[in-house]
Nanobody, 124 residues
Framework: QVQVVESGGGLVQAGCSLRLSCATS????????VGWFRQAPGKEREFVAG????????FYGDSVKGRFTLFRDNVKKTVELQMSSLKPEDTAVYYCAAAERWIRVEKRDEYDDWGQGTQVTVST
């Protein structure tokens, strides 16, 4: 089983930036499909961004397009989520998920392994 570990959460003010990192153990080249989701209190887990393959196929949820950027760091073997122009409504627990085959990255049920999540809080 692949272990998924997120890092980089924290408390920031609105308009600021934050970077999250996702590492998957047991995969020397990183997992084939990696996605970021978030869940705010009382809401469903929402797709944020995902990548398939080496890094050319990247997808974003509508609420973060133009503000968040996802990319693979092939040296560190991580998937990074750079979050800019943060808003209070971005406050949530952010989860990273991984799969070792082609999947629809926006479908949370298609992932095999999940991290424990990292809290992101954006203050006004």
């Amino acid at each position: 089983q692949v272990q998924v570990v997120e890092s980089g959460g924290g408390l920031v003010q609105a308009g600021c930036s934050l970077r999250l990192s996702c590492a998957t153990s047991g995969r020397p080249f990183g997992s084939y499909a990696v996605g970021w989701f978030r869940q705010a209190p009382g809401k469903e887990r929402e797709f944020v961004a995902g990548v398939i393959g080496k890094g050319d196929n990247i997808f974003y949820g509508d609420s973060v397009k133009g503000r968040f950027t996802l990319f693979r760091d092939n040296v560190k073997k991580t998937v990074e989520l750079q979050m800019s122009s943060l808003k209070p409504e971005d406050t949530a627990v952010y989860y990273c998920a991984a799969a070792e085959r082609w999947i629809r990255v926006e479908k949370r049920d298609e992932y095999d392994d999940w991290g424990q999540g990292t809290q992101v809080t954006v203050s006004t």
